[in-house]
């Protein structure tokens, strides 16, 4: 192949991917390869095509070999996306590191390079590069959105409303921008967005785009003192959104259903010394107050909070060994209970490190969901410490109605339905129930109206179980300086308020076919 040749199916592959066509590009860059096995851009491209159709193991092998021939910015970038991608984190973050000597000068790897680093919970790093990204390329607004969320979780709220404006300057009806921006503030009276987003929902496509609309009037309707308005507008919009999904909550109960039989063997009281390294885990239903206990914890000078990992679900679905397509399921429940429990825990331990930014000595997970793993937290990592938040069952259900999780993961898929979310909340009191009797001394449950009706003795109360010497400054918690990226930043970087306490009495009429649900499953709500 001549150099004209070469040059001129290089920009074709490239000129392919940027529109989509893996095909395309997979098949001029396979004859890149052909021509040359030392092709460097025919490695990068090849790898990338086959990542983009789900081949991420053929795809990390072609970038690996394109950054051992050319070890350019651009290529280290994608490696490292990949990398995440497989859950090694450590391999990621090592290739990002080389990325710095020389940093690529395109607007797409320095947004991927500040991906990489959000999921690995540096949002200081990553803020650099979508700034970067952003000024190369300032009408892009996927990676305008990159920088506007990661403003948020560093706190910077005006730059980020300034961000999200300028998105939606740029495209009008990216709903994703519209929802983001309700969210980054309480909105008022006389400052809100409710009549352009009513503008807005006239016209919505169907589907995402209108759930996320109706999710950001929903919020900001709360917020400016219309709570019955607030609700039908997520009543219609959860409806719409649930009819579309394949779920019924016997999915979700057979997952119940393996935890309990083949979880719940009893694990003796933990050492009544803490070890100085203990891990904190912080669990509980979503909406609970997880994100509050977090930043108190790590606002002791000896706890950083290493966010909401995936690691402890990863490290048993590996020792399982399963191959189901789901992280959690009955058949991973099964295989993992004859697994070594030690090697578990080691490997949650490794995966873990890769999160952590500071010299503290001890962390937090406030992964909400590994509350369905407590049992095997105890034998994998037995001198962690649990904290379980629980709030009164209606406010539980509802804040979860509420609040827009994930749509693409299937975890959530109860949060669209009053009665499949009380569903939800009675397996997992009976989950916790079992816990107390299986786990003693070693899960402490608190309760989040008693932490806002007495901050410093929960917080004592808190530091007590986890082995901490008291420290004034988990009192002054909405001053943690430390990105928050989870819904709950907002709230979190203010002091303890009791706005949300006793919510669902506002909307008692609606959640009585709830409250009747509870009440047959022995669930006082009163």
């Known amino acids: 192949m001549t150099a004209p040749s070469r040059t001129r199916t290089v ?23 052909a021509q040359d096995a030392s092709d460097a851009e025919g490695h990068f491209l090849l790898g990338v095509s086959v990542a983009g159709a789900g081949q991420i193991q053929l795809g990390i092998e072609h970038l690996t070999r394109s950054v051992t021939l050319d070890p350019r910015g651009e290529y280290r970038a994608q490696l490292a996306k990949l990398l995440t991608m497989v859950r090694r984190d450590g391999d990621a973050a090592a290739t990002l590191s080389e990325a710095e000597e020389a940093p690529p000068t395109d607007a797409l790897s320095r947004d991927t390079m500040g991906c990489v680093y959000a999921r690995l919970g540096d949002h200081a790093a ?29 706190g910077r709220v005006a730059d980020a409303e300034a961000a999200v404006e300028a998105i939606i300057a740029l495209s009008p009806n990216d709903a994703r921008a519209h929802h983001l921006l309700a969210g980054l503030r309480k909105q008022t009276p006389d400052r809100n967005h409710v009549e352009r987003l009513l503008r807005m929902l006239v016209g919505a496509q169907d589907g995402h785009p209108r759930l996320l609309l109706g999710y950001a009037l929903a919020k900001e309707l709360e917020d400016i003192g219309e709570p019955e308005a607030a609700l039908d507008r997520l009543l219609a919009a959860n409806a719409d959104h649930r009819a579309t999904l394949p779920y019924t909550f016997e999915r979700d109960a057979a997952m119940f259903d393996a935890i309990e039989r083949h979880w719940a ?11 100085s390294d203990a891990p904190i885990f912080i669990v509980g239903m979503p909406r609970t107050g997880t994100t509050l206990v977090d930043r108190i914890l790590s606002s002791h000078p000896q706890v ?4 909401e990992l995936q690691a402890m679900p990863l490290a048993v679905k590996h020792a399982a060994g399963t191959r ?17 429990p030690q090697a578990i825990g080691a490997r949650y331990l490794a995966m873990a490190q890769h999160h952590r930014h500071a010299l503290s000595p001890r962390f937090t997970d406030k992964f909400p969901g590994n509350f369905q793993y407590a049992g095997m937290i105890a034998r994998a990592v037995p001198e962690a410490r649990i904290v379980c938040l629980r709030r009164h069952p209606l406010d ?4 979860n109605f509420r609040h827009l999780f994930a749509v693409s993961s299937r975890y959530y898929d109860y949060s669209y339905d009053l009665l499949d ?15 107390r009797e299986a786990l003693p001394g070693r899960v402490l449950e608190v309760q989040y109206e008693d932490l806002v009706a007495d901050q410093e003795g929960q917080s004592r109360r808190l530091l007590a179980h986890c082995g901490l010497e008291w420290s004034d400054a ?6 943690n300086s430390a990105p928050v990226s989870t819904p709950s930043a907002a709230q979190v970087r203010r002091p303890i308020y009791t706005d949300s306490v006793a919510r669902w009495k506002r909307h008692a009429a609606v959640l009585e076919p709830a409250r009747r649900f509870l009440e047959r499953a022995g669930i006082a709500v009163d």
Do not use: K
């Open 265 to 275: 063997t009893p694990v003796s009281a933990p050492p009544h010394e803490v070890a």
């Open 11 to 33: 920009q074709a592959a490239r000129a392919a991917l940027s529109q989509g066509d893996l095909a395309t590009a997979h098949r001029l860059a396979a004859s890149l390869v």
């Open 324 to 340: 189901s397509r789901t992280v959690l399921d009955p058949e991973t429940v099964a295989a993992a209970a004859h697994a070594d």
């Open 421 to 435: 979310i009380a569903a939800y909340y009675a397996r997992f009191d009976r989950l916790m129930a079992i816990w």
């Open 126 to 154: 990553a803020l650099v590069h979508f700034d970067e990204a952003v000024r190369l390329e300032p009408r892009n607004a996927a990676f305008r959105y990159n920088q506007a969320t990661t403003l948020n979780f560093l």
């Open 396 to 399: 539980t259900v509802l804040s």
């Open 304 to 307: 950083e909070s290493a966010g």
């Open 474 to 479: 988990c009192l002054a918690f909405h001053a």
